[in-house]
């Protein structure tokens, strides 16, 4: 049975995009696979506090995501880059020894086999060919620290939200159309 890790991340409650595009990306992918069991964790409702070493050692959030076949993560643009929230969770799962280990050839992933996908919420535009690319540091850290522990992410993109309401409501639709397309929930 597929088990889901639903991770947002967004400040902004109900007007929140990635959390509107996160959902649906899970209703799809629910709706492709009714067995399915969904585990929400809400990061900014109920935070994990900053890395301690204590917290290294508690491998309790860890365990959730090594549960999990399919992740699916909000993910808003702050500052350029992730919510401190969502940064507080990648600390926990980057694990030497257990997600990624060191060995001859370098540095070597070991969560392989888990769907990671991302719903990005931008205010401006940060598309490969942007001008403002390379102030990108968020879809680009999180293609780094999956990667690193073996996972390549998917994206759905919703950008230009602080253009105006037309700019938002055009790229919110488009991010759920993208949620539903039937490739996403085919992979899963
Ligand atoms: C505190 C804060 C910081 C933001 N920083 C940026 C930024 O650096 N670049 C950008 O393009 N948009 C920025 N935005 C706009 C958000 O990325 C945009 O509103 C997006 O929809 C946020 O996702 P959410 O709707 O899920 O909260 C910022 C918004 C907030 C609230």
Redesign the pocket.
């Known amino acids: 049975m597929t088990t889901i890790l639903h991770l947002d991340s ?3 409650g109900e ?7 996160s959902s649906g990306i899970v209703d799809a992918l629910v709706a492709a696979d009714p067995a399915a069991t969904v585990i929400h964790r809400d990061l900014a409702a109920d935070p994990l506090p900053h890395l301690t070493l204590d917290a290294v050692a508690d491998r309790a959030v860890l365990g959730e995501f090594l549960a999990a076949d399919v992740i699916v993560i ?1 993910a ?6 992730l919510p401190t929230q969502l940064k507080a969770w990648i600390d926990r799962i980057l694990i030497a020894g257990v997600t990624f280990r060191y060995g001859p050839n370098g540095p070597e992933g070991l969560a392989g086999g888990r769907r990671v996908i991302v ?1 990005l ?6 598309g490969a060919d942007a001008p ?1 690319r390379a ?1 990108e540091h968020l879809e680009t850290y999180l293609s780094t620290a999956f990667g690193f522990i073996g996972i390549t992410p998917e994206f759905v993109v ?2 230009g ?2 253009t105006g309401p037309e700019g ?1 409501e055009t790229a919110l639709a488009q991010a759920l159309a993208q949620a539903n397309d039937s490739a996403l929930q085919m992979a899963a």
């Open positions: 967004s400040i902004t007007a929140s995009v990635s959390r509107q595009v909000g808003p643009m702050y500052n350029f880059s719903a919420a931008r205010g401006g535009f940060y403002a102030f919703a950008d939200i602080a938002r």
